[in-house]
């Protein structure tokens, strides 16, 4: 039997592990960091994004999880993101895939689902 993307990625905690490890890179990223920046003095809100992004990769790659937080467009509405702010996001995302020991098949799946929000995402 085939394991699902959530198992590949270590399931809940290793989700949580490449969660923290991702909003690391982007706080260390100059290329996006000024979104998350502001988030170091707001620990409890950011604590919040970090578990519905856990939430949210959770449920979608087959866990035993229910995302509870707003859809893609609706969190995404007014930040104005651009094409290549998205690109460094995922670069960071990638790295923390890397840093994890997440395979190559595991991390093809992981962009196939981040070319799917993309478009839910950039310039809203």
């Known amino acids: 039997m085939t394991k699902t993307l959530f198992e590949r990625l270590g399931g809940r905690d ?6 923290d490890d991702t909003v690391e890179n982007h ?9 998350f920046l502001p988030f170091k003095d707001r620990p409890e809100h950011l604590a919040i994004i970090k578990q519905h992004t856990i939430d949210f990769f959770s449920a979608g790659s087959g866990g035993p999880a229910t995302y509870k937080g707003k859809d893609m467009v609706t969190a995404h509405t007014g930040m104005g993101i651009t094409p290549a702010e998205y690109m460094h996001v995922v670069d960071d995302i990638f790295a923390a895939l890397d840093k994890n020991g997440i395979d190559e098949d595991s991390k093809k799946d992981v962009l196939s689902v981040l070319w799917s929000l993309k478009g839910m995402i950039i310039s809203k």
């Open 27 to 35: 706080m260390n990223n100059p290329e996006v960091n000024a979104r």
């Open 14 to 19: 290793g989700i949580s592990n490449i969660v």
